[in-house]
C-alpha cells in the first residue's frame, strides 16, 4: 500500500465533496440541525395532557376535586362533558385521553365521612400517556379525600401513616430529576451521524453506476488505497459534525461534558470508522444508488432507532437480538457518548465498546478488501 | 395522455425488474426489519443489571429482594458485600441500579412505627427510560409489601382506607402493552421511510444521468412524468405496507378493530400523500445523492411527529403547532384510530382533509419544481 497513491484517491474524493456545496451543506450541518430538531423534540417531558370530566356531582365539594386535579400542569381539563357519548365522541377523535366521572353522591357522601368512588376512563392507545395521566390523577384524587379526612376524621389518619412500613430512599445520580434530556440528547448523535455513513456508502456506488470505477481499474491504484483514500474525507467531514453535535449538545440542551473531549474525538473517530466501512462493505455488493439508499435506511436509520439502546435498552431485547445490536457500531457509540458525556468515564470504563468498535472497523474493511474484485464485469 | 403514462410506467417498470438487488430489498427488507423491531420491542423494559448488598442477611431481607426479583424488571447481576462497591459498579456501567438493605433491616421491620427501615435504591439516570421503569417498578413491589405487613399485623382492616376511591378503567388496550402503541408507530414509520426513498431518487436518477432533458424533448408533460414515475412507487409501497400490516396483525396480534375497507383506502391515500413529498425532493435534487440525504433528513424529522419516542401533545407549543405539516402526524392518528379504537370516517375526517390538501401541494411544488430546474 503506497501512502502516495491513497493520497491522490484522498484528494480527488474531496473535490468531490467540495465541489458540490449543496452535498457538502448537507453532511456537515444536516446531522446538526437534526440534532437540535429532535433533541427539542424528545426532551419534552409528559404535561398538559387534555382530560376531560363528567360531574354527575355538581356540588362546591366536586369543584373542589377538579380545581386540585388541574391545579397542575400534568393535565389540564379542558372539556366539560354532560353524557358518555359525547366523551365516546372525544375519546373517538382522540381529543381527550381520559375521563373523570364525579358520582351524584359524592359531596353527601364525603360530608358524612362515607368513601366513594370516582370512576376514571383512561385511553389506553398509548400507555406512556395513560400511566402519567394515572400517577397523576389518581394520586391527587386520594390526596384530595385524605385532605377531607384529615378535618373530619383524624382518628382514620393514624392508621394510614402506619402502612409506612418500609421507607425505600431512591437516589437517582448523573440527572436527579430524570429528565429525557441528559439520557437522550447525547444518544442523538450517534443516529444522526448514520447520515455521513450513507453518503460515503453512496460514494462507492455512484462510482460503479457511472462506470467511472472502471477507468479507476485501469490505474495501477490497489483496492486498499482505493477504499480507505475514499474513507478518510467522509471521516474528516463526519469528526466536524460530531464535535458541533456535542457542542449542540451542551450549549443548547445543557447537557454535562464530563469526559475528556481529546478522548471524545478518538472515539468518534473510532465509530465513525468502524460505520463507514460498513457502509463500504455493504456498497461492494450493489451497484446502484436506489439499491443503497434502501440499503441505508435498513441499516442505518432503523437500526438505530430501535436497536441501539436509545429508547429500549439493550437489556430486554431477546438473545438473538441482542446479538445483532452488538453488530450496529451506534449501539457502542450510544453507550461511549452516554458514559463520556454524563458520567465522565474514562477509557478504563469505556474499553470494552471501544475495542468492539475498532474490532467492527478493521474486520470490515478487510472484508471490503477482500470481496471487492478489482476487475471488469 | 393515457397512453403517454402507459409507456413511461412500463419504462419504469422494467428498471426496477431489471435492477435484481432493487425490488427483493424493497419489498423483503422492510417485512424483516419490522419483524426485528417489533421482536425486540415487544417485551417490556425488564432484565436491568443490578447490584445488591445485603447487609442484613435475614429472612425479611431476602423477602424483599424475592419480590423485587419476581418482577422481571432486575437481573440480580451482582452480590456485593460493601455500599462503596455498588458505586463503582454504577460508575463504570455494569450495573444500572444497586439495592442496599441495611444491617438494622429486620430489627427495625419488628418495631416501624419508631423508625421504619430504610432501603436505598441507587439508580443510573443516564438512561432515564431504563431508570423510569426500575423506579416505577420498585415503588411498586415496596407499596405492594407495606400493604400485606399493614394487613398482617392489623387482621380484618382494610389498608385502603381512603376517602376517594378511584376506580380506574383502560381502554382499547386494557392490559397497557406497550406494543400495541409501538408496534403500528414502527410499520407506519417504515412504511413512510421507505416511499420517500423510492420516490426521492427516481427523478433525480434521470437528471443526474442526463436522461431527464431527453424526456423533456418528448410531448410527455411534466404532471404525467411525475404520474408514471408515481405509480410503479405506489405498487411497490402497497405490497410492503400489507405484507407489514398482515405481520403486525397475525404475528404481532395488534388488534384490528375498525373497518378493513377504510383502513386500506386511506393507508393508499397517505401512502401516496408521502410519494408526493418524495417526488418534490427529487424534482428538486440535483443528483440522487442530494435526492437521498435530503429524504433521510426528512424521514428523522418526520420520525419524531409519529408519536413514537414522545407524544406529540406533550411537545413544545411550536413543534405542536408545525406538527400538522408532517402526514406522518395525521396518518398515525388514524391508522391506531382504525385498528385499536375501530372509528370511522366521522372521527377523523379533518386530519383525513389535511393529509389530502397536503398531497396536493406537495403534487404541484413538483410539478413547478420539476419545470423550473430544467429550463434553467
Request: charged share 15%; net charge neutral; with cysteine.
Amino acid at each position: 500500500m503506497s501512502i502516495r497513491k491513497m493520497w491522490a484517491v484522498l484528494v480527488k474524493e474531496s473535490r468531490h465533496i467540495w465541489r458540490d456545496p449543496a452535498t457538502l451543506v448537507l453532511l456537515l450541518l444536516a446531522p446538526v440541525l437534526l440534532m437540535i430538531i429532535m433533541s427539542y423534540a424528545l426532551v419534552a417531558d409528559i404535561r398538559e395532557v387534555p382530560i376531560a370530566v363528567l360531574d354527575f356531582s355538581q356540588s362546591q365539594t366536586s369543584r373542589q376535586l377538579l380545581a386540585t386535579l388541574a391545579n397542575s400542569q400534568d393535565v389540564v381539563i379542558n372539556r366539560t362533558v354532560a353524557g358518555y357519548t359525547e366523551a365516546e365522541r372525544l375519546f373517538d377523535r382522540n381529543q381527550i385521553k381520559a375521563l373523570v366521572v364525579i358520582p351524584p353522591e359524592f359531596a353527601t357522601a364525603l360530608s358524612s365521612g362515607r368513601p366513594v368512588q370516582i370512576q376514571i376512563l383512561v385511553d389506553g392507545t398509548d400507555p406512556t400517556t395513560a400511566e402519567h395521566v394515572i400517577t397523576h390523577v389518581v394520586g391527587r384524587s386520594r390526596m384530595f379525600g385524605y385532605n377531607i379526612a384529615l378535618k373530619t376524621l383524624p382518628a382514620q389518619i393514624s392508621r394510614l401513616t402506619a402502612s409506612q412500613w418500609i421507607d425505600l430512599r431512591p437516589r437517582t445520580w448523573y440527572n436527579p430529576n430524570l429528565k429525557n434530556t441528559h439520557g437522550i440528547v447525547p444518544a442523538m448523535i450517534p443516529l444522526v451521524l448514520s447520515l455521513p455513513a450513507l453518503a460515503v456508502m453512496n460514494a462507492l456506488v455512484r462510482e460503479k453506476e457511472y462506470g467511472t470505477l472502471e477507468g479507476i481499474f485501469a490505474t495501477p491504484l490497489g483496492r486498499s488505497e482505493l477504499l480507505i483514500g475514499k474513507l478518510i474525507p467522509y471521516v474528516l467531514t463526519g469528526l466536524i459534525s460530531a464535535v458541533l453535535c456535542a457542542l449542540t449538545a451542551v450549549q443548547v440542551f445543557g447537557v454535562p461534558f464530563n469526559g475528556s473531549l481529546g478522548l471524545f474525538v478518538i472515539l468518534a473517530v473510532d465509530f465513525l470508522l468502524a460505520s463507514f466501512s460498513m457502509g463500504i462493505f455493504m456498497a461492494t455488493f450493489i451497484s446502484s444508488q436506489a439499491a443503497s439508499s434502501v440499503l441505508g435506511l435498513l441499516v442505518f436509520l432503523f437500526p438505530g432507532f430501535f436497536l441501539s439502546g436509545i429508547f429500549y435498552p439493550v437489556a430486554s431485547f431477546p438473545d438473538l437480538v441482542k446479538e445483532e445490536s452488538q453488530w450496529l457500531p451506534s449501539t457502542h457509540f450510544v453507550a461511549i457518548v452516554r458514559g463520556l458525556m454524563v458520567k465522565g468515564q474514562g477509557l478504563t470504563a469505556l474499553y470494552q465498546p471501544a475495542l468492539m468498535l475498532l474490532a467492527l472497523a478493521v474486520m470490515m474493511t478487510f472484508l471490503s478488501v477482500f470481496f471487492f474484485k478489482k476487475r471488469l464485469k | 395522455m393515457l397512453y403517454r403514462i402507459w409507456y413511461l410506467i412500463t419504462k419504469e417498470l422494467l428498471q426496477l425488474a431489471r435492477n435484481r438487488i432493487f425490488g427483493p430489498l424493497v419489498l423483503i427488507g422492510p417485512l424483516l426489519e419490522m419483524s426485528l423491531v417489533a421482536w425486540a420491542t415487544a417485551a417490556p423494559i425488564e432484565h436491568l443489571s443490578t447490584a445488591i448488598v445485603d447487609l442484613d442477611r435475614s429472612a425479611e431481607s431476602r423477602a424483599l429482594l424475592t419480590a423485587l426479583h419476581n418482577t422481571d424488571t432486575f437481573d440480580f447481576n451482582y452480590y456485593l458485600t460493601t455500599p462503596p462497591q455498588v458505586t463503582a459498579y454504577i460508575e463504570d456501567g455494569r450495573a444500572v441500579a444497586g439495592i442496599v438493605i441495611p444491617a438494622d433491616y429486620s430489627r427495625r421491620l419488628a418495631n416501624p412505627q419508631a423508625e421504619p427501615p430504610e432501603v436505598a435504591f441507587i439508580l443510573d439516570g443516564a438512561d432515564p427510560i431504563s431508570a423510569r421503569e426500575a423506579l416505577n417498578s420498585a415503588q411498586g413491589v415496596v407499596k405492594h409489601l407495606n400493604q400485606q405487613l399493614f394487613t398482617e399485623a392489623n387482621p380484618g382492616q382494610s389498608a385502603d382506607t381512603t376517602l376517594v376511591q378511584p376506580r380506574l378503567r383502560v381502554r382499547y388496550n386494557e392490559e397497557m402493552k406497550k406494543s400495541i402503541y409501538t408496534v403500528p408507530s414502527e410499520m407506519g414509520l417504515i412504511l413512510f421511510a421507505i416511499a420517500l426513498m423510492v420516490a426521492s431518487i427516481a427523478i433525480a436518477r434521470e437528471r443526474e444521468l442526463g436522461t431527464l432533458e431527453q424526456l423533456m424533448v418528448t410531448p410527455i408533460r411534466r404532471l404525467e412524468l411525475i404520474l408514471a414515475k408515481s405509480i410503479p412507487a405506489v405498487l411497490l409501497g402497497y405490497l410492503v405496507f400489507l405484507s407489514m400490516l398482515g405481520v403486525a396483525i397475525w404475528g404481532f396480534s395488534v388488534p384490528m378493530r375498525g373497518h378493513w375497507g377504510l383502513l386500506l383506502a386511506v393507508s393508499f391515500c397517505f401512502i401516496l400523500i408521502e410519494l408526493g413529498f418524495g417526488l418534490m425532493i427529487s424534482a428538486y435534487a440535483q443528483n440522487q445523492t442530494q435526492g437521498l440525504m435530503l429524504a433521510f433528513t426528512w424521514v428523522m424529522i418526520e420520525f419524531f411527529f409519529s408519536g413514537y419516542g414522545v407524544p406529540v401533545e406533550t411537545m413544545p407549543d411550536i413543534l405542536q403547532k408545525i406538527a400538522p405539516i408532517f402526514p406522518i402526524y395525521h396518518y398515525m392518528i388514524i391508522f391506531r384510530g382504525i385498528l385499536l379504537k375501530g372509528v370511522g370516517l366521522a372521527a377523523f375526517w379533518p386530519h383525513l382533509l389535511v393529509g389530502l390538501a397536503i398531497g396536493s401541494v406537495v403534487l404541484t411544488l413538483a410539478v413547478w419544481l420539476l419545470g423550473r430546474q430544467t429550463w434553467e
